[in-house]
């Protein structure tokens, strides 16, 4: 006999943590839901952005800071459909559409059902520095933008990092700030 802990797939009731590639796909399939909504989105912002430019296509060309501020309100409207998204489902049922394909739910720490003001903060958490980074976009202050989209995409890379090679808890950062954690569901 040895003095191993069981497995925690076969001990009842267990919370089974799902493996990284298993909440990375599940993103995947939630961002394919979102993509084309978001498209829809900024073709109706850029369509009405540009047809209030100015009529002289030689102005409009050279007018840059229309373009950059399109993209900024582009990337804010994105920005809040994906922490609406999230937040509705993980509120609903601790499962957006792609956890439900992948049998993935979210759940506090002691496995309860997380509640809409924790689902709401775990979608500002993870979008919070996408959201500042839609905000300094506005300022078409080209060395900002480019200091917060580093900022920005380092905190996604570690936070994924955190979720795909932890392999003790594999809690993404946005998870160990909000006390939750993404299981598999039993079957």
Same mark, same amino acid.
């Given at each position: 006999m040895t003095d191993q802990p069981p497995n925690s797939s076969a001990v009842p009731g267990a919370l089974v943590r799902p493996s990284g590639w298993q909440r990375f796909f599940s993103t995947c399939? &939630?961002? *394919?839901? %979102?993509?084309?909504?978001? $498209? $829809?989105?900024?073709? #109706?912002? /850029?369509?009405?952005?540009?047809?209030? !430019? !100015? =009529?002289?296509? #030689? =102005?409009?060309?050279r007018d840059m800071t229309l373009i950059v501020h399109t993209l900024g309100l582009i990337y804010l409207l994105a920005t809040l459909v994906a922490i609406f998204y999230y937040s509705i489902f993980h509120a609903w049922n601790g499962q957006t559409i792609g956890k439900m394909v992948c049998k $993935?739910? %979210? =759940?506090? $720490? &002691?496995?309860?059902? =997380? /509640?809409?003001?924790? *689902? %709401? *903060?775990?979608?500002i958490v993870y979008y919070g520095l996408t959201f500042i980074y839609c905000i300094i976009f506005f300022t078409a202050n080209v060395a900002a933008i480019g200091i917060a989209g580093f900022i920005e995409t380092a905190w996604v890379l570690i936070d994924m990092s955190f979720q795909m090679f932890d392999t003790r808890t594999q809690r993404s950062l946005h998870d160990r700030i909000c006390g939750t954690r993404v299981i598999k569901e039993a079957l």
């Open positions: 399939l &939630d961002w *394919a839901i %979102l993509f084309p909504i978001i $498209l $829809l989105i900024a073709l #109706e912002v /850029s369509t009405l952005m540009h047809s209030t !430019a !100015a =009529v002289d296509s #030689e =102005v409009h060309q $993935l739910r %979210l =759940v506090n $720490l &002691d496995g309860s059902h =997380v /509640s809409w003001r924790k *689902a %709401l *903060a775990r979608s």
